[in-house]
């Protein structure tokens, strides 16, 4: 067996294969145009100090901003605010829902075994955690009891992701669950209707996929997952050939 083979094994998606197409072009040309600063907003300052706005932060300005943020209710729970992880120059980047209690206590996004199940996906299209992906939620704070971030919630924290994004600047995002997929997108619609399809979010292609915690809980789904994961590595492709034309 064939490490991809073992890889799909774990997955649960042997001896099913929906596509045969090569998955060997995921790095992208590093010199194509990246997509202009975002506009967002400031959060509530809760020190005395001055604090730029999240719009212009740098990485070391976010990371202490969320650390000691109180936008929200959500800061009330958590042992420790997660930011994200991985490769800050990273041409795929991940979004989820927020923390759960393993992520809550490492501080760090997907570490139980819906992160492992992540790892699991990204080997299967070749891709590693830290190496050139980079992996967030939407919310940095643990909602109590696993629940999903209410949207006053999301509202609080999303220009922190908003600006997470515009300092990586990846070439492609997926969504992962209809949190991260309507908070992003600033639409409704339920997951389904949002599969398929190469979205924008400000100038870059977003696709959506099932969050992998659900997917641990609906084996049926995982292999709609894979068709998502080889539909995005296929839009990567194709944003690699348009970046080589052009260049
Ligand atoms: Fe601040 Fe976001 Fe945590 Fe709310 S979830 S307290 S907005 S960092």
């Known amino acids: 067996m064939t490490r991809r083979e073992r890889i799909l094994a774990e997955l649960g998606l042997t001896p099913l294969w929906l596509h045969r197409r090569r998955l060997d072009s995921l790095r992208t040309a590093s010199d194509s145009p990246r997509h202009s600063t975002s506009h967002v907003t400031m959060p509530e300052p809760h020190t005395g100090q001055a ?15 969320v650390a000691t943020c109180r936008a929200c ?10 930011l994200g992880v991985g490769d800050k120059e990273a041409d795929w980047m991940f ?21 492992k199940l992540l790892d699991n996906m990204l080997s299967a299209i070749g891709l590693k955690r830290g190496n050139n992906v980079y992996i967030a939620n939407v919310v940095k704070c643990r ?25 990586i600047q990846p070439r492609l995002i ?3 669950g209809k949190v991260a997929a309507t908070t ?7 997951l389904g209707s949002m599969r398929n399809t190469v979205h924008d979010y400000r100038g870059i292609p977003l696709i959506v996929t099932y969050h992998p915690a659900y997917l641990l809980r609906s084996l049926t789904d995982k292999a709609k ?12 492709s194709g944003l690699s ?4 034309s052009v260049g």
Do not use: I, Y
Not at 51 to 65: F, G, N, Q
Not at 144 to 159: F, I, L, V, W
């Open 73 to 82: 209710a959500l800061h009330k729970n958590r042992k420790q605010a997660v």
């Open 143 to 167: 909602p109590p009891g696993n629940r999903n971030p209410a949207p006053a919630e999301t509202q609080a924290c999303q220009s922190f992701l908003d600006r997470q994004v515009a300092l």
């Open 184 to 190: 992003l997108l600033a639409c409704g619609g339920t």
């Open 174 to 176: 997926v969504a992962l």
């Open 95 to 115: 979004v989820g829902e927020g923390p759960g209690a393993e992520e809550d206590a490492r501080g760090e996004p997907f570490v139980g075994q819906a992160g």
């Open 225 to 236: 997952a894979w068709e998502d994961l080889c539909f995005a590595v296929e839009t990567m």
């Open 51 to 65: 604090v730029r706005p999240v719009e212009v932060m740098d990485w070391k300005e976010l990371t202490e901003a």
């Open 241 to 244: 050939t348009a970046a080589r």
